[in-house]
C-alpha cells in the first residue's frame, strides 16, 4: 500500500512540473508556476526521506513494514 503511495505521489510531482511548465508557457505568469514547482520538490523530498536508507542502512519505509508484519 506504501508503495502504491509513493508512486502516486512520484507522478503527482511530474504532473505538477508539467502544469507549471505549460501554464508559465501560456500566461508568461511566474508566481504559481513558481508554487507548482516548489509543491512538487517538497514531494519528491518526502519520498525521499522516506526510501533513502539511514546509516543503518534500512530505509524507514521497510522498518514501517517490518514493523506491521509483527
Not at 500500500?1 to 512520484?10: E, F, G, K, N, Y
Not at 508566481?31 to 526510501?51: E, F, Q, Y
Request: charged share 15%; hydrophobic share 60%.
Amino acid at each position: 500500500m506504501t508503495d502504491l503511495v509513493l508512486s502516486i505521489v512520484m507522478l503527482a510531482a511530474l504532473a505538477l512540473l508539467a502544469g507549471a511548465f505549460f501554464l508559465w508557457r501560456r500566461t508568461g505568469e511566474v508566481k504559481n508556476p513558481a508554487l507548482m514547482v516548489l509543491l512538487a520538490v517538497i514531494a519528491v523530498i518526502n519520498v525521499l526521506i522516506w526510501t533513502v536508507p539511514s546509516e543503518s542502512g534500512q530505509a524507514p519505509i521497510e522498518q514501517l513494514k517490518a514493523a506491521g508484519e509483527g
